[in-house]
């Protein structure tokens, strides 16, 4: 079964949730850019999705370890998921740095 169509006809733009941060004080906060990062990879574009909302490819995984650990009791290593939860928080740093320099 080809969930490739299937894929392609989800749209996520009618259902992403406007940043409050943004309406009420004119600035992006730090997790503006994920809903259409996740939207991105969801439609293949995957260099976009990085150049959208770099910290996507760290968050990811770090949350399918965590759910998998508490749902499914995998015996993760909680040195893997410290390291995606500190790679993950550098990323979305440096990229909201990076936002207000250019």
């Known amino acids: 079964m080809n969930l490739l169509p299937a894929i392609y006809a989800i749209s996520l733009e009618g259902y992403m ?3 409050l941060n943004k309406q009420l004080l004119g600035v992006d ?3 503006c850019g994920m809903q259409r990062s996740v939207d991105l990879l969801l439609h293949g574009q995957f260099l976009a999705a990085f150049q959208m ?3 996507i490819y760290t968050i990811l995984p770090l ?3 965590i759910i998998g650990n508490k749902i499914f009791n995998l015996k993760v290593d909680n040195r893997l998921i410290t390291g995606l939860g500190i790679a993950s928080v550098a990323l979305i740093l440096i990229n909201y740095i990076f936002k207000f320099i250019h």
Do not use: E, K
Request: hydrophobic share 40%.
């Open 53 to 55: 909302y770099p910290a």
């Open 17 to 19: 949730l406007p940043c």
């Open 29 to 31: 906060c730090p997790g």
């Open 63 to 65: 949350f399918a370890l």
